[in-house]
């Protein structure tokens, strides 16, 4: 693919003989608001299905992914049909002890439009804190952000129930916030 200019352009996608399958028009505004800089930053399609023209239907990438998903599915991609749970921790319980066998705690997400921003911060069972995961990342409309047991001074989370206490937040200043539970366990 050609690179594009970030401030404007057209896009136009046709067939060897010049028929015209798609177009779309773009310009910088149209990338999301809170980045520090566009340059890279690819901007995705909502709903494959939704008009080209509709700049609603438009987001930049997540920076999970780098900020663009050449040849993948977009990851601002919002599916209609999935279910209503927004956040799931899986495995609930998990076993760092590099076996291959539930290494990783996975927070999931699931988004109904894209924009948000992730904060997840872990506490312990006494309430204090151990590992800033997250720290208002642009997140796709559904991924996931795992953890493997290493708190923020690089040690080892001791075993017990930890706190996930995740935040998203949009543009239009709507916040969502949930308290999930994981268990951090050894074998004997």
Do not use: C
């Not at 057209?10 to 003989?17: P, Q």
């Not at 799931?88 to 988004?111: K, Q, R």
């Not at 937040?169 to 916030?177: Q, R």
């Amino acid at each position: 693919f050609p690179s594009y200019n970030n401030e404007s352009g057209t896009v136009i996608l046709s067939t060897n003989d010049d028929t015209l399958i798609d177009a779309f028009t773009y310009n910088e505004s149209m990338q999301y608001p809170l980045l520090n800089y566009v340059d890279g930053v690819a901007l995705e399609r909502i709903n494959p299905d939704g008009p080209s023209n509709d700049e609603y239907n438009w987001h930049s990438a997540a920076e999970s992914v780098g900020f663009g998903t050449p040849g993948y599915k977009n990851s601002q991609w919002v599916n209609p049909e999935i279910t209503n749970d927004e956040i799931t921790l899986e495995p609930e319980t998990f076993s760092p002890d590099n076996d291959g066998h539930d290494d990783v705690i996975n927070i999931h997400y699931h988004f109904d439009s894209p924009g948000y921003n992730l904060k997840i911060l872990i506490y312990d069972q006494n309430g204090r804190p151990v590992r800033h995961l997250s720290d208002n990342e642009l997140a796709g409309t559904s991924g996931s952000i795992s953890w493997d047991g290493i708190t923020d001074d690089n040690t080892k989370a001791l075993v017990g129930i930890y706190i996930f206490y995740i935040r998203a937040f949009d543009m239009n200043g709507y916040i969502k916030s949930w308290k999930k539970t994981g268990v951090l366990a050894t074998k004997w």
